[in-house]
C-alpha cells in the first residue's frame, strides 16, 4: 500500500507500508479483550479485608447449643455476625492476571494500527530527530508537522528525544517492541518513522 511519507526536508516522497500490518479488518471484540487484559495486568491489590480469621474476637461459644430458643452459633467472628469477618474478603496479593496469547495480541495490535491509518490519525515520516534536550526542540519539530497530540514511533527513543517530550502532556515517544494498546488510541495522532515500519514487520510479522 502506497502513503505519502514526509522527509528530513518537510518534502514528500513515496513509500509502501505492508497491508498485513495497516490494512486489515477491525475486530472490535478482541480490541476489547485486549485493552481489558492490559489493564488487569497492570493492577495490583491495594486492598485488604479480614476474613473470621482475622478479627478480633473470643472463639468461647455465645450460649449452649440447644435449648435457649436461639439460633445456633459458634463464635462472635462469624460472618453472619455484625463486626464478624467477612466470607469472601479482598486480599492484597490477589491476582487480576488476565493471559492473552501472542497471535491475538498481535492481530489486535495490527488490527488498532488499521483503523488509525483508516480513520487517517497516522502519520509517516522519514525520521523524527531531535537535535537539543529541550522542550522547545520537540514542540518547534511538532509545531511543523502541525501535532498537538501525538505518539511518537521511532526504532530509537534517545536520551534527547525522551527528555525533549518528558514534559509535554499530550506528546509521548515510545519503540514499536514497548507498544500498548491503550497509547495507541490515547493520542489523536500516530507519528511513525521509516525505520519503526520495519521493525513493526519483524515483531508482527
Known amino acids: 500500500m502506497n502513503v505519502k511519507m514526509i522527509n528530513n526536508d518537510n518534502g514528500f516522497l513515496d513509500f509502501d507500508i505492508p497491508d498485513s500490518i495497516f490494512n486489515i479488518n477491525f475486530n472490535e ?3 476489547h479483550q485486549l485493552v481489558v487484559s492490559f489493564q488487569s495486568n497492570a493492577r495490583s491489590g491495594n ?3 479480614k476474613n473470621r480469621a482475622d478479627v ?11 435449648g435457649t430458643g436461639k439460633a445456633r452459633a459458634g ?15 479482598s486480599f492484597p496479593y490477589e ?6 496469547n501472542k497471535k491475538m495480541y498481535k492481530l489486535g495490535i495490527k488490527s488498532i494500527l488499521s483503523k488509525l491509518y483508516k480513520e487517517d490519525r497516522m502519520l509517516f515520516v ?5 537535535d537539543l534536550p529541550k522542550t522547545k526542540s520537540a514542540v518547534s519539530k511538532l509545531s511543523i508537522l502541525g ?3 501525538a505518539l511518537i514511533i521511532t526504532d530509537n527513543v534517545d536520551e534527547n528525544l525522551y527528555l525533549a517530550t518528558r514534559n509535554l502532556p499530550k506528546i509521548a515517544a515510545i519503540e514499536p517492541r514497548y507498544i500498548d494498546p491503550l497509547s495507541l488510541i490515547s493520542f489523536e495522532k ?7 515500519i520495519k521493525q513493526f514487520e519483524e515483531i508482527l510479522g
Open 95 to 100: 491476582n487480576f492476571t488476565k493471559k492473552l
Open 56 to 66: 478480633k474476637h473470643s472463639t468461647k461459644k455465645p450460649w449452649r447449643q440447644k
Open 47 to 49: 486492598r485488604a479485608q
Open 147 to 149: 501535532l498537538n497530540s
Open 190 to 196: 500516530i507519528v511513525i518513522t521509516k525505520a519503526a
Open 29 to 31: 471484540p478482541l480490541i
Open 75 to 89: 463464635m462472635t467472628s462469624s460472618p453472619i455476625w455484625r463486626g464478624g469477618g467477612r466470607a469472601f474478603p
Open 126 to 130: 522519514d525520521s523524527f530527530i531531535v
